[in-house]
């Protein structure tokens, strides 16, 4: 059987041979680490026997050089080494001390971070994105956002330094671990923070030193821990910016305002150390009081103005001035200047102060109605021109309103506001001055005076008229005062008794003519006047004094002695 063995080997008897010549290596592995020997020491190698057909060599350096530089390994001792090929071309087994550390290594730290520990570990290179650290035989990478709590540009006096660092993430297979420096910092402050937030009281005074300035506030050390000090409590004055009140490195005291016992954050207050301004503010301020005061700040609605350090005041828009609506504050007044004010309204549960700037001057419309009474007459210029009158510019930038019904009293009040333009200087009478309402009504034809006031034009009465237009209906006449004429239309039928002289056109535009009145309507500010009704009044009267035609006289003989009388009166 030995026979067929020696020259029909199966599979199973080859590896029995193979693993006969190899001297029992089947129970090595390439890949892991293995305990060896050092048999020998050569120059710069060390040759070690790991029970296989042939030894090892490593470099000496992978194991280490005393202060003197010479080999720490020596013959006889017993050494951990990675068994990478078990025979090589050379017939030499393939190992490596480095290797082997660095797997001791993985498996050391492996263990640290499925505890979640710190390991230690020095900062040995810098590479793209951060630095390489050390840990004892595994390299890791730690990223420059976790080298410190703050941005470090000086990485030196921390390369080389053995520090404990936190493992973020291993992978073993890839060969990756990724450290935080910073996480073991945060730790370490937020124990020491809470061991001072204990310690600290609200209400309790302490000085600090400002380390950091924002457009909000100021952060001040307290020793050990920071607190913020916000732009509204440095002063009870308006503060724009912290900068105007501190400095990184002033030291500062403070009030403890507020502790946060689940954030840990310290609000800390200057202000409450000096006594609050507005006590007591509704005695010194009462309202219709006048007093003078700064513009501290402008805003769309308004402006403040400082009364005293920490007491500001608003003057709302709609308070600036008497005449300028509908304009920007900043338009009216401007940053710093002084300025006098009268106190409106006074609210010390809210801290609010209600200022009025121009009831500081005085009223326009007050001082109109006392330079300008009621039947006074004035003089502006037409500032506006509108469909229901004018807009006349008066003393005091105010303007007087003349509606269209108070143009003219002859003719309508759409003709009339067509006779003025922008810019006209005219003259009116101040008819109405509301104060309240901040109104002014002038008339233009009330300078003239009524010309149906009174009993000015009776029915019955004769007039003498002057002819101003002639048309093929009738003419258009005037009478009255000069200054207050009266305007009519007598129709052709009304032109003469005679039906033979009810021709228009024998009339001429100046011509005066006698006529009586046969209406005066007051409401509807209108009086008709008729030729042939004067002349029919006054062949009635010349009957009657002279005697009818029913007694023998003719018309013309009756008209003709009244002439006649009336001549020789004349």
Same mark, same amino acid.
């Given at each position: 059987?030995?026979?067929?063995?020696?020259?029909? @080997?199966?599979r199973?008897?080859?590896?029995?041979?193979l693993?006969?010549?190899?001297?029992?290596?089947?129970?090595?592995?390439?890949?892991?680490? &293995?305990?060896?020997l050092?048999?020998? #020491?050569?120059?710069?190698?060390?040759?070690?026997?790991?029970?296989?057909?042939?030894? !090892?060599? &490593?470099?000496?350096?992978?194991?280490?050089?005393?202060?003197?530089?010479?080999?720490?390994?020596?013959?006889?001792?017993?050494?951990e080494?990675?068994?990478? *090929?078990?025979?090589?071309?050379?017939?030499?087994?393939?190992?490596?001390?480095?290797?082997? $550390?660095?797997?001791?290594?993985?498996?050391?730290?492996?263990?640290?971070?499925?505890?979640?520990?710190?390991?230690?570990?020095?900062? #040995?290179?810098?590479?793209? !994105?951060?630095?390489?650290?050390?840990?004892?035989?595994?390299?890791?990478?730690?990223?420059?956002?976790?080298?410190?709590i703050?941005?470090?540009?000086?990485?030196?006096p +921390?390369?080389?330094?053995?520090?404990?660092?936190?493992?973020? $993430?291993?992978?073993?297979?890839?060969?990756?671990?990724?450290?935080?420096?910073?996480?073991? +910092?945060?730790?370490?402050?937020?124990?020491?923070?809470?061991?001072?937030?204990?310690?600290?009281?609200?209400?309790e005074? *302490?000085?600090?030193?400002?380390?950091?300035?924002?457009?909000?506030?100021?952060?001040?050390?307290?020793?050990?821990?920071?607190?913020?000090?916000?732009?509204?409590?440095?002063?009870?004055?308006?503060?724009?910016?912290?900068?105007?009140?501190?400095? #990184?490195?002033?030291? %500062?005291?403070?009030?403890?305002?507020? &502790?946060?016992?689940?954030?840990?954050?310290?609000?800390?207050?200057?202000k409450?150390?000096?006594?609050? @301004?507005?006590?007591?503010?509704?005695?010194?301020?009462?309202?219709?009081?006048?007093?003078?005061?700064?513009?501290?700040? &402008?805003?769309?609605?308004?402006?403040?103005?400082?009364?005293?350090?920490?007491?500001?005041?608003?003057?709302h828009?709609?308070e600036?001035?008497?005449?300028?609506?509908?304009?920007?504050?900043?338009?009216?007044?401007?940053?710093?200047?002084?300025?006098?004010?009268?106190?409106?309204?006074?609210?010390?549960?809210?801290?609010?102060?209600?200022? /009025?700037?121009?009831?500081?001057?005085a009223?326009?419309?007050?001082?109109?109605?006392?330079?300008?009474?009621?039947?006074?007459?004035?003089?502006?210029?037409?500032?506006?021109?509108?469909?229901?009158?004018?807009?006349?510019?008066?003393? /005091?930038?105010?303007?007087?309103? %003349?509606? +269209?019904?108070?143009?003219?009293?002859?003719?309508?009040?759409?003709?009339?506001?067509a006779?003025?333009?922008?810019?006209?200087?005219?003259?009116?009478?101040?008819?109405?001055?509301?104060?309240?309402?901040?109104?002014i009504? +002038?008339?233009?034809k009330?300078?003239?005076?009524?010309?149906?006031?009174?009993?000015?034009?009776?029915?019955?009465q004769?007039?003498?008229?002057?002819?101003?237009?002639?048309?093929?209906?009738?003419?258009?006449?005037?009478?009255?005062?000069?200054?207050?004429?009266?305007?009519?239309?007598?129709?052709?039928?009304?032109?003469?008794?005679? *039906?033979?002289?009810?021709? @228009?056109?024998?009339?001429?535009?100046?011509?005066?003519?006698?006529?009586q009145?046969?209406?005066?309507?007051?409401?509807?500010?209108?009086?008709?006047?008729?030729?042939?009704?004067?002349?029919?009044?006054?062949?009635?009267?010349?009957?009657?004094?002279?005697?009818?035609?029913?007694?023998?006289?003719?018309?013309?003989?009756?008209?003709?002695?009244?002439?006649?009388?009336k001549? $020789?009166?004349?």
């Amino acid at each position: 059987m030995a026979d067929d063995m020696n020259f029909n @080997p199966t599979r199973d008897d080859f590896a029995a041979l193979l693993d006969e010549s190899l001297g029992g290596a089947s129970d090595f592995a390439e890949g892991t680490v &293995i305990k060896g020997l050092v048999v020998g #020491v050569e120059k710069d190698v060390a040759i070690i026997d790991i029970g296989l057909k042939t030894e !090892g060599r &490593i470099d000496v350096k992978e194991f280490g050089v005393d202060e003197a530089g010479k080999p720490t390994v020596k013959v006889g001792d017993t050494v951990e080494v990675f068994l990478e *090929r078990i025979e090589n071309a050379l017939g030499q087994a393939v190992i490596s001390r480095e290797k082997a $550390k660095r797997e001791e290594a993985w498996t050391r730290l492996e263990e640290v971070f499925a505890r979640n520990e710190p390991v230690n570990g020095a900062i #040995v290179g810098r590479v793209k !994105g951060g630095f390489t650290v050390d840990l004892g035989g595994a390299s890791a990478f730690l990223p420059g956002s976790q080298v410190d709590i703050r941005p470090v540009r000086d990485v030196g006096p +921390l390369m080389g330094k053995e520090q404990p660092f936190a493992i973020l $993430k291993m992978d073993r297979p890839r060969g990756n671990i990724v450290v935080s420096r910073r996480a073991i +910092l945060e730790e370490a402050r937020a124990e020491q923070r809470t061991e001072l937030v204990s310690q600290l009281q609200e209400g309790e005074i *302490r000085e600090g030193v400002v380390k950091n300035i924002t457009d909000y506030g100021a952060f001040v050390d307290l020793g050990g821990i920071d607190g913020l000090l916000h732009v509204t409590d440095m002063s009870w004055k308006r503060v724009n910016h912290p900068s105007q009140v501190l400095a #990184v490195g002033d030291t %500062v005291k403070v009030q403890i305002v507020k &502790i946060n016992p689940d954030t840990q954050r310290i609000s800390l207050g200057m202000k409450q150390l000096q006594s609050d @301004p507005w006590d007591g503010v509704e005695a010194k301020y009462p309202v219709g009081a006048k007093f003078t005061g700064r513009i501290t700040n &402008i805003t769309d609605y308004g402006a403040f103005v400082e009364l005293e350090a920490g007491v500001e005041g608003l003057v709302h828009v709609s308070e600036m001035s008497w005449t300028k609506k509908n304009v920007h504050p900043g338009k009216i007044v401007s940053t710093s200047q002084e300025v006098d004010v009268i106190v409106l309204d006074v609210d010390s549960s809210k801290r609010r102060v209600s200022l /009025g700037l121009k009831q500081a001057a005085a009223n326009p419309w007050e001082k109109f109605l006392a330079d300008h009474p009621i039947g006074s007459n004035v003089e502006g210029e037409v500032k506006n021109a509108t469909e229901f009158g004018l807009f006349i510019g008066l003393d /005091g930038e105010i303007d007087g309103m %003349v509606h +269209l019904s108070d143009l003219d009293w002859a003719v309508s009040g759409e003709e009339a506001l067509a006779k003025y333009k922008k810019g006209d200087v005219v003259k009116a009478r101040v008819l109405d001055v509301d104060v309240e309402k901040e109104r002014i009504s +002038l008339g233009v034809k009330q300078l003239a005076g009524d010309p149906l006031a009174g009993d000015t034009f009776r029915r019955g009465q004769t007039v003498t008229c002057t002819v101003t237009e002639v048309t093929s209906g009738g003419i258009e006449v005037k009478f009255g005062e000069d200054d207050a004429p009266m305007t009519a239309f007598i129709r052709k039928s009304d032109l003469s008794r005679d *039906r033979q002289e009810q021709r @228009p056109e024998r009339f001429a535009v100046g011509d005066r003519v006698d006529a009586q009145v046969t209406t005066v309507d007051k409401a509807a500010r209108r009086v008709s006047v008729s030729i042939k009704a004067l002349e029919m009044a006054d062949e009635k009267e010349a009957i009657e004094q002279y005697g009818s035609s029913d007694s023998g006289a003719s018309l013309g003989d009756i008209l003709g002695a009244a002439l006649r009388e009336k001549a $020789k009166n004349d």
